[in-house]
Nanobody, 123 residues
Framework: QVQLVEFGGGLVQAGGSLRLSCSAS????????MGWFRQAPGKEREFVAA????????NYADAVKGRFIISRDNAKNTLFLQMNSLKPEDAAVYYC????????????????WGQGTQVTVSS
């Protein structure tokens, strides 16, 4: 079992930046592909970004491409999501997740999930 905890959510003005972090307690994230998903009120959870086990492969949803950057520090057992040029439509609860796949963009392929962190973007 991998327990994931997200940090870094909050309130930011449109055009601003936030950096989310995700760490695992008692387990290394090294064997897992990792991803970020988000869920806005009344909407389904959607893919945001994914990164492979070694960090060499990244994938992004079209809505965040060029604005968000996913990265990982395996030595520190931490996943990051740098979010720049935030828009009101980026507001959601953001979840980190771990998959046994090398890398995955499909929600159902993820095995472990964090509790989520709220991101609010004011216009």
């Amino acid at each position: 079992q991998v327990q994931l905890v997200e940090f870094g959510g909050g309130l930011v003005q449109a055009g601003g930046s936030l950096r989310l972090s995700c760490s695992a307690s008692e387990r290394t994230l090294n064997p897992y592909g990792m991803g970020w998903f988000r869920q806005a009120p009344g909407k389904e959870r959607e893919f945001v970004a994914a990164i492979s086990r070694g960090g060499g492969i990244t994938n992004y949803a079209d809505a965040v491409k060029g604005r968000f950057i996913i990265s990982r520090d395996n030595a520190k057992n931490t996943l990051f999501l740098q979010m720049n040029s935030l828009k009101p439509e980026d507001a959601a609860v953001y979840y980190c997740a771990a998959t046994r796949q090398v890398v995955a963009t499909v929600l159902d392929l993820y095995d472990y999930w964090g509790q989520g962190t709220q991101v609010t973007v004011s216009s």
